[in-house]
């Protein structure tokens, strides 16, 4: 199996190509052929009916052919010229008149012909040579009846066999030329067709030694959606390795407190269960935090698409019975057919934060929208309630910059959904809604597709 693109396309060209060039050759050379073939019987037939006209039958129906200088074609004069005439009658191998350019030579069996019958043979006589013969049947009324006669004309086939392979020769010859400049240019049509791909390469190669980090060179159309696909592919990996390092940056950070807390507990033996119980807790929880934080929007291309409909339907049927105490009519307005590729849980944890900031601070009123807009998917949660700063805004999405998870508002969260939103290559931002609270809207670009 060959294992090389270019090859493959080079042996596939060539082989279609010699394919195309040996049948159009064979057509064009038979074509050739019985173009020589009629031209040379539409010549003997005009030949021997010049010789018919300078004939003549006598009333005692004798035939009576002309003086040698008289014949229509000189060749039927001289010895072995290649052109021969004979005169038989018909129904007999009786000959009326031989040609002089017969000589000594033995003519072939005449014809047996009817009126303007015409009947073409290919011969070889005993000279060993290929002979074309064409037969004539003529009659002639007389006072003592009807006279059959029946014209012979014989021609060497050797002029029309070196026509033949003059053209042949030509014809194959012109078709290898063409044959091996167009196999020469393909080669070339074909290294330059495929440089783009082994440019992707060259850049892959210093990509993995470590002196590029992403595709630059600029590309035809169709690589470019390949090299597109591949720098979006190593721009997830990147930030996938830097999600891991944040999260363990934060995970060792978040556990200071809860172990200083334990250590400080075996200073008070009666409160130790407690304390540790306590803290072991708050360490687990924050554990399986950094850990889904860390595992979010890995291997986005091989993730089945998620319909976002029934998730956000699910996640507010459950905060509906947390906020039973509030009476708020929650709307779901995304489109039914919306679907995302997205890990389920990056979804929940998503719609969940901002349902459940939205839940803790609206009036009576949210709305979740969710829809497709060119090549971006847009979903929104806004409410109703008493807004946030803008002031505040940039601080709270900023890394180290997020606001206290512990108290409750605007800002729990966030930050988890804005760490999560760009692993996915994706936009958080936060206007101000219609309902009069805020809106916090998310763009993601390329991930998703629409149902039909």
């Not at 400080?264 to 009666?270: C, I, Q, R, T």
């Not at 998620?306 to 779901?332: C, E, H, M, Q, W």
């Not at 988890?416 to 809207?441: K, M, N, P, T």
Request: net charge neutral.
């Amino acid at each position: 199996m060959i294992n090389s693109l270019y090859l493959r396309l080079n042996l596939t060209a060539i082989l279609v190509l010699v394919i195309f060039l040996t049948v159009t050759g064979a057509v064009m050379d038979n074509a050739y052929i019985e173009s020589a073939r009629l031209s040379l019987r539409e010549r003997m037939l005009g030949q021997i009916y010049q010789l018919l006209t300078v004939s003549n039958i006598s009333e005692d129906g004798e035939l009576v052919m002309p003086l040698l200088s008289d014949l229509p074609y000189p060749q039927l004069a001289l010895p072995n010229s290649g052109l021969y005439a004979f005169v038989s009658s018909n129904g007999s191998d009786k000959l009326l008149w031989r040609s002089p350019s017969l000589s000594k030579r033995q003519n072939p069996k005449p014809f047996t012909l009817h009126l303007g019958e015409k009947r073409w043979q290919e011969i070889k006589m005993e000279d060993g040579k290929d002979y074309y013969l064409l037969g004539f049947g003529f009659q002639r009324s007389l006072r003592f009846g009807i006279n059959s006669y029946n014209f012979h004309l014989m021609t060497e086939l050797a002029p029309l066999d070196k026509q033949v392979y003059l053209y042949r020769r030509k014809l194959w010859g012109g078709l290898a030329t063409t044959a091996i400049l167009l196999m020469m240019t393909q080669i070339l049509v074909l290294r330059w067709g495929l440089n783009p791909l082994r440019k992707v390469g060259q850049e892959l190669s210093l990509i993995e030694t470590g002196e590029r980090n992403q595709i630059k060179d600029d590309y035809p159309r169709e690589v470019k959606q390949l090299t597109d696909k591949i720098n979006i592919l190593l721009s997830q990996e990147r930030t996938r390795q830097t999600r891991y390092r944040n999260a363990l940056a934060d995970l060792s950070h978040s556990l200071k407190t809860p172990l200083a807390v334990l250590l400080g507990g075996l200073d008070e033996p009666n409160t130790l269960p407690e304390t540790v119980f306590e803290q072991s807790t708050r360490m687990m929880h924050i554990v399986e935090r950094q850990l889904q934080r860390a595992g979010a929007a890995n291997a986005v291309a091989a993730l089945p698409p998620l319909t976002v409909f029934p998730v956000a339907d699910r996640i507010i049927t459950s905060l509906s019975k947390v906020y039973s105490n509030k009476n708020v009519g929650v709307f779901n307005l995304i489109e039914p057919g919306l679907t995302i590729r997205c890990d389920e849980a990056d979804l929940l944890e998503i719609i969940g934060n901002l349902l459940d900031n939205a839940f803790k601070w609206c009036h009576t009123k949210i709305e979740i929208q969710g829809y497709q807009h060119g090549q971006k998917l847009s979903l929104s949660v806004q409410d109703d309630g008493p807004g946030i700063d803008i002031k505040h805004i940039e601080h709270i999405l900023q890394r180290g910059g997020r606001a206290d998870e512990t108290t409750p508002g605007h800002g729990i969260g966030l930050t988890v959904v804005a760490d999560i939103v760009e692993a996915y290559q994706g936009l958080l931002r936060i206007e101000q809604s219609a309902l009069g609270g805020i809106a916090v809207v998310i763009d993601l670009d390329c991930q998703f597709r629409q149902v039909t």
